[in-house]
């Protein structure tokens, strides 16, 4: 598994980009609602949100004790799982 996130347009069969950060392997990825944001969920323990129009990483939630297997858009909230608690 990889430690990247691939962007794909499905209709034009191309790679959008390659999204580097991660230090372990990407579990899972969910579009905010507004389309904005892409956050990515790894095997680091971290969640990550990256801008959907520069591709800039803008934020990394850290603090999970175990894999961070999960995550989805609430509204524009974002929810992320793990194995563990969350703890701040």
Known sequence: MSP???VWDVA???E???LSGHDDRVDSCA???DSTRLASTSDDRTVRV???TSWREVAMLEGHE???W???WQELTLV???AQPFTF
Do not use: K, M, N, T
């Open 4 to 6: 990247y996130v691939w």
């Open 31 to 33: 579009w905010s609602p």
């Open 66 to 68: 175990d894999i961070v």
């Open 50 to 52: 990256w801008e959907a």
């Open 70 to 72: 999960l995550c989805a």
């Open 12 to 14: 034009a069969g191309r």
């Open 80 to 82: 992320h799982f793990s």
């Open 16 to 18: 959008v980009v390659s």
